[in-house]
């Protein structure tokens, strides 16, 4: 490198570091009074990158970032389950200090491992160096993070209210963990039980929020703009890496890298284009007579059995209607999860095919077998993907099946690109260590599996009843999966004019690693919206919506992996390919897919109103709907808050899920007799108990039977009792009131609103 070459890049290092600074200062201005809990935030999401650093820099070697971005999602990862490990055993409290004591162990081991391999002067000292490129590519690494964190920020302060779709349960879930030292804490819904669901994600965002001494009320918004800000950041900082693999120009690797982020957390689907835009327009074009529908953003999201009315109602949702929504579910938190482990695929793959050339010479050794199993089994990515889809089992479990496929397909083919020829080994060590996976995986999340039920939420797989209707299909994954399919003709073409890359081993070390990796995302991703069509697995929705659940999970996966792949495709078609009809395919799809980003825009301003004026934001704090939706009940709740320390039952009227029902227990963390009734009915399956707790909760409210009454309140341990709203709405004139007041002191009342607590004798 030049001196003035040298001098340039010194010069935008520091305009780099300029900029990331004014965005610092920027967010305390955006985000006003939540600009301090932002900062804290993001330097605690710096903190934990740095901790499990040395580790990612080992794993992904090949990076030009060294796994910078990964780094800070393994930081959560890693010290989150050491916290949550502790507390699940009883070993550890889950409070600040448990979670400060995690963090450091975890830097501990990743910086002492770090050490010891340094003393070893181990054989590729590049690995350990911080080179001027390396700076300035996580210098680019931090900004693309940051913006796009503190944009998701700036937007959820203009709809920060934990209220509506299942926010009460995500909200309930946290604030019953950051009143327990253990875990699983106490289901807030069925009092006496403990939470019997997957708790993971939400667990991580209560871990976060102990860990930085912050508040629910603000960290219930920013973990879900958290994993956003990781959801562009990440697959950015992967697709960059396959670009400059494919094609070493910095430019094209920023615009792909940028492209692949917007793909997997600002777009919609094809859906937002066509049935949202241009049907519209062609009948006003042609005055063809318009149809009594109005698209709004969640439509993309519930066509299938919906557009036409039909018995086979689905669901295909994606990232960027989950970041917009707002609830805060398990299967959103892993998000950050699954792109660290995509990434951690590519990253495995780079490294084993460096490795051919040790192996090829190895070949002759008389124990290079043992040598090799011995390798496979303990291979530091086959031991990461352990931990993970182990975590996958507590986060989201569609998760843990859909990657430890994924996972186990990939070594496969590694394995065969590795060891030309020797079948028996490849299917040998590659069963052993998918076997070492599984058995890895399931070892190390114990402490949940062991508690958890899950007979009630599956009732086995069976044959699809119903089926989409074509142009559905096309309507929603039809572009992803036309330019999948283009670039993967065009790379078999390409290759197998070659004489000799005809054969399954010869054609697997032809493809450049970029391309084996889109073509792996892309065939997944095809094959995830293809099994919908096939099989579901049954639960209790199966009268109307049986398909729902299967293809939710499914093809909200393969809408990650299409991301990456459509944009590397159209990258690959566009600029490396030949042909010019794939090119021009290749820019028609470039520019189909800019439109659908188009959804970002028209779901941000439909849900989130006039996000460009900074005077109509309201801020973070996710309970601040009280005062207005809850004004009977505000008092009340706020006066559990701060004198009810201790897990204590509070009785209040159960209702329906998605209802406004339960509004005390979700804003408390305290648990009541019984809750939102399709949810304890997906997560127990006892429904005799079930209605003989609302029973129960009906007589306490209503009963003149003075010894029933208390008998009920012994059995249930209550040690409150609110009457509200939703008591005074559902009970009504049978509401007995004297007989409550009559069963303890009355702690706290508003004469103005009738509503009052009553603390249990």
């Known amino acids: 490198m030049g001196r003035c070459e040298t001098v340039n890049e010194k010069r935008r290092g520091i305009w780099k570091t300029v900029v990331l600074a004014v965005l610092f200062m920027s967010a305390q201005v955006l985000l006003k009074e939540d600009g301090k809990v932002f900062a804290v935030w993001w330097l605690t999401i710096l903190v934990l990158g740095w901790c499990s650093f040395p ?115 995500d909200y309930g879930f946290m604030m019953a963990m950051m009143r327990s030292t253990t875990l699983p804490a106490k289901d807030l819904w069925y009092a006496g039980a403990k939470i019997n ?16 001494n912050t508040q629910v009320a603000q960290t219930y918004n920013l973990m879900r703009t958290l994993v956003a800000g990781f959801c562009f950041a990440v697959p950015f900082g992967l697709v960059r890496q396959m670009v400059l693999d494919s094609w070493k120009r910095e430019k094209p690797a920023l615009l792909g890298g940028a492209l692949a982020g917007a793909g997997v957390s600002l777009a919609g689907n094809m859906h937002y284009v066509v049935i949202g835009k241009l049907l519209p327009w062609i009948r006003e074009i042609f005055h063809l007579q318009k149809e009594d529908y109005t ?38 938190v892993n998000l950050m999860f699954v792109v660290a482990l995509i990434s951690l695929v ?72 590795g060891q030309e020829g020797k079948v028996k080994w490849i299917l040998a060590v590659t069963a052993a260590q998918a076997a070492e996976i599984l ?8 402490p949940f599996t062991m508690q958890f039920d899950s007979s009630n939420m599956v009732q086995g797989i069976a044959l699809a009843q ?7 299909l096309l309507v929603l994954w039809g572009l992803p999966t036309i330019l999948t399919v283009l670039f993967i003709i065009s790379l078999l073409v390409e290759k197998l004019k070659v004489a000799e890359n005809r054969s399954l081993y010869r054609l697997l070390k032809a493809v450049t690693l970029p391309d084996l990796f889109a073509v792996i995302m892309g065939l997944c991703a095809i094959g995830l919206v293809l099994i919908p069509e096939l099989v579901y697995v049954r639960d209790i929705y199966e009268s109307g919506n049986a398909r729902a659940n299967t293809m939710f999970k499914l093809t909200y996966q393969a809408y990650i992996m299409f991301g990456l792949t459509m944009i590397y495709a159209i990258f690959r078609l566009l600029i490396i390919g030949k042909n010019k009809i794939l090119k021009a395919l290749a820019l028609i799809g470039l520019i189909l897919f800019v439109w659908t980003c188009g959804y970002f825009g028209n779901s941000v301003h439909a849900w989130f109103g006039k996000v460009w004026k900074p005077s109509e934001y309201k801020g973070l704090n996710a309970t601040a709907f009280l005062e207005t939706d809850f004004s009977e009940d505000v008092g009340g709740i706020k006066w559990l808050k701060e004198n009810v ?53 009906e007589n306490i409210y209503t009963s003149t039977d003075e010894a029933h009454v208390k008998s009920l309140l012994e059995e249930y341990d209550i040690s409150y009792i609110f009457v509200g709203s939703c008591e005074r709405k559902k009970y009504g004139a049978q509401l007995n009131n004297d007989m409550l007041k009559s069963m303890g002191e009355v702690v706290y009342q508003d004469d103005e609103w009738q509503t009052y607590i009553v603390k249990v004798k």
């Open 645 to 697: 320390k201790d897990v204590e039952v509070v009785l209040e009227a159960n209702g329906d899920s998605y209802s406004e029902y339960e509004r005390v227990s979700a804003m408390t963390g305290l648990p009541t007799i019984m809750g939102w009734y399709v949810h304890e009915w997906l997560w127990r399956g006892d429904l005799a108990d079930i209605n003989a707790k609302i029973a129960d909760v």
């Open 466 to 472: 119903h089926h989409s209707l074509p142009h559905q």
């Open 346 to 417: 590519y990253a495995m793959m780079k490294h084993h095919s460096s490795k051919g050339a040790l192996q090829a010479e190895a070949a002759g050794e008389k124990n290079f077998c043992k040598k090799q199993v011995a390798a496979a089994l303990t291979d530091p990515y086959v031991l990461v993907f352990a931990f993970l889809i182990g975590m996958f089992h507590w986060t989201n479990y569609w998760d843990f099946v859909i990657y430890y496929t994924v996972t186990c397909g990939v070594i496969l083919i590694m394995n065969i690109i």
């Open 197 to 212: 669901y997957y708790y993971g994600g939400q667990y991580f965002a209560v871990f976060l929020t102990k860990l930085t």
């Open 295 to 332: 698209y709004w953003f969640p439509n993309s999201t519930r066509y299938i059995g919906y557009y036409p009315a039909g018995n086979d109602k689905t669901i295909h949702e994606f990232p960027s209607y989950s970041f917009v929504l707002g609830d805060l579910h398990a299967h959103v």
């Open 439 to 446: 058995i890895l995986a399931t070892l190390i999340i114990l």
């Open 55 to 169: 580790l990612c820099q080992y794993l992904f070697s090949g990076f030009r970032d060294r796994g910078y971005l990964v780094a800070k999602i393994f930081g959560i990862a890693g010290a989150g389950f050491l916290m949550w490990l502790g507390a699940s055993t009883g070993i550890v409290p889950f409070t600040h200090v448990g979670c400060l004591v995690s963090t450091g162990v975890l830097a501990a081991v990743c910086w002492g491992v770090w050490i010891a391999l340094k003393k070893q002067k181990i054989k590729d000292k590049t690995s350990w160096k911080f080179t001027t490129e390396w700076y300035q590519t996580v210098l680019d690494d931090e900004l693309v993070f940051i913006v796009f964190f503190l944009l998701w920020t700036y937007v959820a302060g203009f709809r920060p209210a934990a209220y509506g779709t299942e926010k009460f349960m």
